[in-house]
């Protein structure tokens, strides 16, 4: 991984460009809405399994009503990076939620499982397209340390939300099958209160007549393809403890969905706690990877190599602490690479990157534990993964920074 660039000059201020703090709530609430479409409806799925139970594979499409948004999403999100640049931050990202109403409640209405499937891809093209403004604004609004709070404040909404979204699927997945996509017309509720209360950025403007920072240069592709590579395995990290942690147990013989949902709990208040350490650390964050993914690998080994439920529960504690602190340093170094004119299609590609761990995650798994006999086994091997890992990033967090280019004004 490259070495992180230096913030451009106007941003090395800790003062924010929004005042209160109702922009950030909106812009926290927008990026739990791709968790909400991730989570919401799989306590539903054999219901709807019953439902479609005459459809031809209705085995393989239905789990994709619940995955295809995760995987639009990682293919799209460049794209969506792109639009922002062009087409402005705010003016996106009140569409793209309204949008995101229109195709997550379609399921209402629908009688074809394959209309269903293809309403999910087009949530996930909303929710690229959210996910990207959001935190490109949160970009744009804070610098310094009130940037680097709130990038781990998205991590705990996240977290907390998902265990929310999950237990309102479902009771309202009692109710019927359909009834959980009613949650989807939130996005009625954010999209006006978001054209009202957010600001339009303001970047320093260039002299008059002067070309601007996009028109002189190309992205800068290179100095974001190694944090782009590194986030699609820390997405994997990030991701196998919620994925797998109740097949590991299960493996372990503890078959209580009650003790199951308590050991998700925890590990769950664990990545809160371990984004709240973020906002408490040292500034550079680059320089914190290393010491925050060995965190994750001592969790992973002490995971694959017991077969006792305390020590495996202490383990998924232990990584998930280091998790809340893995995904907002990503985000912030990635962030710090990018001047103005370039943040929404870097941020698009950052994104891009996470959904496609995420996604990949279960598969790389699965192909670990067919080859090595048990899912502990492959638990065992990506610690020592993240571990080398780690270990490989010690002497690139010593370079110098690389000064960016100074960014350039953009209309919103």
Known sequence: ?????????????????????????????????????????????????????????????????LTVPALSLAVLAPFAGALVDRLGRKRLLVTATVLYTLFGTAPLWLSSLYGIVASRVLVGIAEAAIMTCCTTLIGDYYTGRTRDRYLALQTMCASASATLFFVLGGALGSAGWRAPFWLYLVGLLLAPAMARVLPAPQPAALPAGEPTAADRRPFPLRRMAGICLLTVFGAAVFYTVPVEMSYLMDDLGVHSTGVVGAATALASAATVLGSVLFTRLADRARRRLPAVLAVCAAGFVLMGATDRLPLLIAGAVVNCVGTGMLLPSLLT?????????????GT?????????????????LLAARNALGTLASAVLLLGILTLLVSAALLPLTRRAPEALPQAAPESV
């Not at 992180?4 to 000059?9: G, I, K, N, R, V």
């Not at 690479?337 to 299609?345: E, Q």
Request: a negative charge; charged letters at 15%; one cysteine or more.
């Open 1 to 65: 991984m490259p070495a992180s660039a230096a913030l451009p000059a106007h941003e090395h201020t800790e003062d924010p460009a929004v005042g209160g703090r109702l922009p950030a709530v909106l812009l926290m609430a927008g990026s739990c809405l791709p968790i909400l479409g991730a989570v919401l409806i799989a306590p539903v799925l054999p219901r709807m399994q019953d439902h479609f139970g005459d459809v031809p594979g209705n085995a393989a499409l239905v789990p994709l009503v």
């Open 333 to 345: 170094v990635a962030l710090s690479r990018l001047a103005y004119a370039d943040r929404g299609r």
């Open 348 to 364: 698009g590609l950052w994104t891009s990157a996470f959904f496609l761990g995420e996604f990949a995650c279960p598969l790389a």
